[in-house]
């Protein structure tokens, strides 16, 4: 089937918030605008919204189903209510492999509804649909700086495939994201194997100059947005580049236990990801860097790290840490004391220094020590944000060098290269080790050479 | 910003949405539209899309030696073989349209043997009474006649009524007349086709 742009509008805002429960007569179509569309902060914009689901929504699918639609807005919530003889809808989604059921954006698979898209037109229209449900405008959507505007698809649930078409429909019209953040351990809690709360969803982010040029809106209130958002840009255009053109941004990422998230989907479940493009890349994107990806990938050791890279806790709860451990209690460690001038000055000699080394290239990188010394003097001062030091680590630190340069923190040292806990009678962190070449050993490569399976070592590892 | 101002970007819409719902190839149909300021009237610019896109449909061809010298604001020929059809726009920029407007569409669709025509108005939508009439009357936007009296030729018209938003460059529909949507619109002109093009048409 051809799809015409009337209907790829409907199934962008369908596909992109519709609700379906067990009344084959009436569904609903969600509008995450949260804060963005809230009546008692934008009384203009959420007006703006009203009237266009009233005159714009409502009848294009009168027209088309036949289907009646209404607005419902709760606090934080928008919803468009259909009613209507469905049967037209389902029987043409059936076509097209997607069974309308529950919260489609967490299920439905759209190769087929993309395959279908048969024109330029088509797919803008499909977009615009996407763009008016789960396109994020807000303000906090920029790269660094209000000159880099981003329009962002951002989906909840688990949904890979789905995230993967929408960005790679995006490719192919030369829309390439800026950024695409996968809903997985590896990406939202990258230094931190015990955070849990890595469920954040996808992020598809394109620069807005370039949707804005070939996409559109069907909402006003999107498209003022977007000029707004434009509009402080200051004439600085943005262009997007070719996925494999981008340079591949690498940091270390912790092994995260909810790597084998019942959650995840095969080939994701079970895989370590180096960077948001190992994704694509195994997903199979025709748009992703494969090959650079593979070689990145033969030196994965550098790149993995089987212990927490940082973690902030309660002293208790980090002994609880590491009792629990299987690799941990069986570890010894010795008690050592360093005033915190003494670490500064280590670190502001040289910021790369491994601490306890034990070979090349292996040891506690300064950086996190120093990080880690933040957290818990801020923490004493009532200075957090979260576990994040609330305004400048920097001065919070010289400030303390300069008020108590003797004060003392425990660290409590491994007798293998592994974690390092420091702490003060309250609070602890722990800081994992470097250490590429044992870590080297502790990952497998599978699936065409792009799966990464890493693993927590064990002693026998160190022994060989 | 003036009436005419529009004509560019809602040329460009109702190209595009043409193009995409009635033959994504372009291979089968042919759809042009062209707006009055490239064309002054609905002569001359069915002369300039001829010779510009080196049209052979011969009815359209004949068609057009006799056309009008009307000031249309926008129209757009869809050609199948040796057929066409002929959609003309007139846009508005009003507080809200009436049956004055409307008139206007049904006398240069009368004039012209258009198939079809749309009443857009930009920005905002219909009068109350228009509406009334619109939803009472369904047979005003259907329009019937024969051209010349004893031939037994008729010539069908129907109309629509939508609005253009500028600031998304969107058509939105009002429901009114018989013109519900572009794309009813484009499947009704593919399935006024001669049956065994259309079979073609849809075999591609």
């Known amino acids: 089937m051809s799809i015409n742009t009337d209907q790829a509008y409907i199934y962008g805002l369908i596909i992109g918030g519709g609700l379906f429960g067990n009344d084959s007569n009436s569904f609903v179509i969600q509008l995450p605008y949260k804060k963005w569309g809230s009546f008692e902060k934008n009384p203009a914009r959420a007006g703006e919204i009203a009237k266009s689901i009233v005159g714009c929504v409502k009848p294009l699918f009168e027209s088309i189903y036949g289907i009646t639609c209404s607005y419902e807005m709760n606090p934080g919530k928008w919803f468009i209510s259909c009613v209507g003889n469905t049967s037209q809808l389902r029987k043409e989604f059936a076509d097209l492999g997607i069974g309308l059921t529950t919260e489609l954006r967490k299920t439905a698979k759209i190769e087929k509804l993309i395959d279908n898209l048969d024109t330029d037109v088509a797919k803008n229209r499909f977009l615009a649909g996407l763009a008016d449900t789960i396109g994020s405008l807000a303000e906090s959507q920029r790269r660094f700086t209000n000159k880099f505007a981003i329009i962002s698809f951002e989906f909840n649930g688990f949904n890979y495939d789905l995230a993967y078409r929408v960005c790679r429909l995006l490719a192919s019209l030369g829309l390439y994201p800026d950024q695409i953040e996968w809903n997985h351990p590896n990406q939202q809690a990258g230094q931190d194997p015990y955070y849990d709360d890595w469920k954040k969803g996808f992020k598809v982010r394109v620069p807005l100059d370039e949707y804005a040029a070939f996409g559109k809106f069907a909402f006003s209130a999107k498209a003022h947005a977007a000029k707004d958002v434009i509009a402080k840009q200051n004439g600085q255009v943005n262009h997007s580049i070719p996925c494999d053109e981008k340079p591949i941004s690498l940091s270390n990422v912790c092994v995260h236990p909810a790597e084998n998230s019942s959650y995840l989907p095969a080939p994701i479940k079970g895989g370590h990801f180096v960077c948001q493009k190992h994704y694509c890349a195994l997903i199979g994107c025709p748009f992703a860097p494969t090959e650079k990806i593979k070689t990145i990938l033969k030196t994965a050791g550098e790149h993995v790290v089987p212990f927490p890279i940082i973690h902030k806790d309660t002293l208790a709860n980090a002994n609880e840490i590491v009792s629990a451990d299987d690799f941990y209690k069986t570890l010894s460690f010795r008690n050592d004391s360093y005033s915190l001038k003494t670490i500064i000055d280590i670190f502001q000699q040289n910021q790369r220094y491994l601490m306890f080394s034990a070979g090349p290239e292996s040891g506690y990188p300064i950086n996190y020590v120093v990080q880690g010394l933040a957290y818990l003097i801020a923490s004493e001062k009532g200075l957090l944000n979260g576990k994040r030091v609330s305004g400048s680590q920097t001065e919070l630190l010289a400030k303390a060098v300069a008020e108590k340069p003797d004060q003392m923190f425990t660290f409590k040292v491994p007798d293998l290269l592994s974690i390092l806990v420091i702490c003060d009678d309250k609070n602890a962190v722990i800081v994992g080790a470097e250490n590429p070449s044992l870590y080297a050993k502790l990952v497998t490569i599978t699936e065409n050479g792009l799966k990464l399976i890493a693993r927590k070592p064990t002693r026998g590892d160190y022994q060989e | ?204």
């Open chain 2, 1 to 204: 910003m003036k009436e005419v101002d529009f004509y560019p970007e809602i040329t460009k819409e109702l190209e595009g949405l043409f193009r995409s719902n009635i033959d994504p190839s372009g291979k089968t149909y042919q759809c042009y539209f062209i707006n009055n300021l490239d064309c002054v009237n609905l002569k001359k610019g069915l002369d300039i899309l001829i010779e510009k896109y080196s049209i052979k449909c011969s009815s359209l061809i004949n068609f057009a030696k006799d056309a009008p010298a009307i000031k249309i604001d926008i129209f757009g020929i869809i050609i199948f073989g040796d057929s066409f059809k002929l959609l003309i726009c007139e846009i508005k920029y009003l507080g809200a349209v009436g049956l004055t407007e409307l008139s206007q569409l049904i006398g240069y669709c009368i004039a012209s043997d258009a198939h079809y025509g749309i009443l857009i108005n930009v920005d905002a939508s219909e009068s109350t009474d228009l509406v009334k009439m619109l939803v009472l009357k369904k047979a005003i936007c259907d329009i019937v006649r024969t051209p010349k009296a004893g031939s037994g030729d008729t010539i069908e018209t129907k109309l629509g009524v939508m609005n253009w938003q500028h600031d998304t460059k969107n058509l939105v529909y009002s429901n009114l007349g018989e013109i519900r949507s572009i794309s009813a619109l484009c499947n009704e002109m593919e399935m006024s086709l001669p049956i065994e093009e259309l079979k073609n048409a849809k075999g591609k």
